[in-house]
Structure formats: C-alpha cells, structure tokens
T-cell receptor, first 114, second 115 residues
C-alpha cells in the first residue's frame, strides 16, 4: 500500500502569510525525503530535500521539518506568493528500491489569495 | 540547455491500439525514469533505465507495457492494446549517472487518453 500520505488535500492562504503543508509516512526505515511542486500541465519540480539524520533544513523561503518519532514531514513556505500556487507532493525514497524509485503522496493543492 | 523533453504532449488512442511515448533526457544524463500519474493522485514509479539496460522495472505492469532506452535516441515507453485504465499522465525524469533521486529532473509529461 501507499507509504506516504498527506493530511490536507487543499490549502488556501492569503498572500504574504506562511503556509504549512504536512505529510505522513509509514516506513520508519526511510532515510530520504523530497518535496516537489507541480504546476498545472507541468512535471514535478524539486523544492527541497532532507535526510533522516537531520530534523530541519532551510532553503530560500522554504523549510522542511522531519519528525521521525511520529513519522511526519512538513513543508513551510514563508511569505507565500501567488506564484506558489500549485500542488505540492512529498516523496520518499523507496527503501530497498533503486535510485529514482520514489514513493509519492497524493498531493496538497495550495491556493494563494491576493 | 534544454530540459527533459517528452512527446507527444497529448496522445489519444482507441482501445486496443498501441501507444508510444518518447522521452529525451537532459544533455549529459544517462539515467531515465518513467512515472505514471492518475488524476488527483501522486506519481507512481514504473521503470528505471540506463542506456541499453533496464535497472528496475518493479513498478511496471508485466503485460502490455515495455520500456527501452537505446544507445542512440530517446527512451520509449510502449503500451500495447491500450485500455481505458491506461489513461493517465506519464512523466519521464532523468538524472546524471551515479546521482541519487535528489537529482531527478522531470519532463512536462504525456497525457494519454484512451477512448
């Protein structure tokens, strides 16, 4: 079955606010996680990743938090902009699988209101 | 430096026909991955290929589906005798040799519609 899933299918935020997108995973042996952004009609675009030996990683306006105790992953977007509107997927490297064999969650649609 | 190129963008087939989806990886990339995405769903891994070799086909249906990545030319995902359940977006990704999943670059996909 699916080992990666998302708590909220849709999220609507005001421009300038912070966004938090959550993800749960079930395989405690997983050691690598990625967040992707997918705009309509396009392929997924890498945003940020994190390995299991870390609990936090920051990028430009984005932060990923990993809580291995509860097997929870989150993506925080600071000062959300209209261009951030997209579907966001968390993905987990398939433990024991080959490179590039990722397990994707179902996605959260982020809508940014001007 | 062109990204991952997929064609066609849209493909319409009738039940029983064959579908051929093409993927040209980024320049310098020798690893190709195919994923399938159903509406409102995440992507599901199908197959991982290097030049002339299938490395991992654990996600690909055993029947009707095949993939290749020849020494010259694009990678091809071939679906024989398509059925309505094959309707989906098919994404290709590529990576440089020896790199992990963090180096995956995705194409814009082929939307397959089976009538």
């Amino acid at each position: 079955g699916e080992s990666v899933g998302l708590h909220l299918p849709t999220l609507s935020v005001q421009e300038g606010d912070n966004s938090i997108i959550n993800c749960a995973y079930s395989n405690s042996a997983s050691d690598y996680f990625i967040w992707y952004k997918q705009e309509s009609g396009k392929g997924p675009q890498f945003i940020i990743d994190i390995r299991s030996n870390m609990d936090k990683r920051q990028g430009q306006r984005v932060t990923v938090l990993l809580n291995k105790t509860v097997k929870h992953l989150s993506l925080q977007i600071a000062a959300t902009q209209p261009g951030d509107s997209a579907v966001y997927f968390c993905a987990e490297k398939n433990y024991g699988g080959s490179q590039g064999n990722l397990i994707f969650g179902k996605g959260t649609k982020l809508s940014v209101k001007p | 430096n062109a990204g991952v190129m997929q064609n066609p963008r849209h493909l319409v087939r009738r039940r029983g026909q064959e579908a051929r989806l093409r993927c040209s990886p980024m320049k310098g990339h020798s690893h190709v991955y195919w994923y399938r995405q159903l509406p409102e769903e995440g992507l599901k891994f199908m197959v991982y290929l290097q030049k002339e070799n299938i490395i991992d086909e654990s996600g690909m249906p055993k029947e009707r589906f095949s993939a290749e990545f020849p020494k010259e030319g694009p990678s091809i995902l071939r679906i024989q005798q398509v059925v309505r359940g094959d309707s989906a977006a098919y994404f290709c990704a590529s990576s440089p040799s020896g790199q992990g999943p963090e180096k995956l670059f995705f194409g814009s996909g082929t939307q397959l519609s089976v009538l």
